[in-house]
């Protein structure tokens, strides 16, 4: 739960602005058949309104740009609508387009000027926690173009060569140092110039936005993420994001 009582990170650069950009056009097929996987109800909500108001959850963030399957703006913008809000948060809702990527370009051709900061958000971490929001946005404000939140790796890596069949064996090329390794989250925040420079000039399929400045040459940095902050993708990880909803609700009364 936010606490608006504290200073927003904005307060050291008067007239920035934070615009989020969220893309839900994803089908989401490894949770099974049915709705998007970013409108599959936790806890009786949509995955996608937990992460608006995860971005929302931030003074910072005056506006959130919900990039929504090409053949469901409507029915996205009028999820929004039932569902509150925070009313100092302005939201907008854009058709999406084949590839993540090219969603993420068209959430940034949709925002007006002014909002020199944005953050890009998998609408499949709906519980990413606002200090973990904030700490990007302060790193951006800092001066670093790009910011990711990371977590260290928990388990051995391992380096192959694919399996010549589905499912068969692979041989082990090598261990990398796992201490120089970080598992990457969202959001990312971004100086809106540099990552709009990004999007206009790689074309690589790349699986972050992050990636994207790195191919400029562009300085990445990383803050501390959060373990709440893990992507839905399998049915496991509803029963896990489910149990992270029932001990907020423990903790802050609701």
Do not use: C, W, Y
């Not at 058949?33 to 971005?55: E, S, Y």
């Not at 499949?124 to 200090?131: E, G, M």
């Not at 201490?179 to 809106?192: E, I, K």
Request: charged residues 20%; without cysteine.
């Amino acid at each position: 739960m936010s606490d608006d009582s504290r200073p927003s990170p904005t307060s050291g650069r008067p007239g920035a602005s934070v615009a989020a950009v969220i893309p839900a056009a994803g089908r989401g097929v490894r949770l099974g058949p049915g709705a998007p996987k970013a409108l599959r109800a936790l806890n009786g909500t949509p995955m996608l309104i937990h992460a608006v108001r995860a971005m929302a959850a931030s003074r910072a963030v005056s506006l959130v740009v919900v990039v929504a399957p090409s053949d469901g703006a409507a029915e996205v913008k009028s999820l929004l609508d039932a569902h509150a809000l925070p009313e100092r948060t302005d939201f907008l809702v854009v058709p999406g387009g084949e590839t993540r990527q090219e969603s993420v370009r068209l959430g940034l051709d949709a925002l007006p000027p002014g909002h020199d900061i944005v953050l890009v958000h998998d609408a499949a971490r709906p519980l990413v926690p606002v200090d973990t929001v904030d700490a990007v946005i302060e790193a951006v404000q800092a001066g670093a173009p790009a910011v990711v939140p990371v977590l260290p790796l928990a388990d051995t890596v391992k380096q192959v060569d694919p399996a010549a069949v589905p499912g068969g064996p692979e041989p082990v090329v090598s261990t990398p140092d796992r201490s120089r390794l970080r598992a990457v989250q969202t959001p990312q925040g971004f100086d809106r110039a540099t990552l709009v420079r990004a999007h206009e000039t790689v074309t690589d399929d790349v699986t972050d936005d992050a990636s994207m400045v790195e191919q400029l040459g562009e300085r990445v940095v990383a803050v501390p993420g959060h373990e709440e902050a893990f992507k839905v993708t399998r049915p496991l990880d509803l029963v896990l994001a489910e149990a992270v909803l029932a001990r907020r609700r423990l903790n802050d009364g609701f």
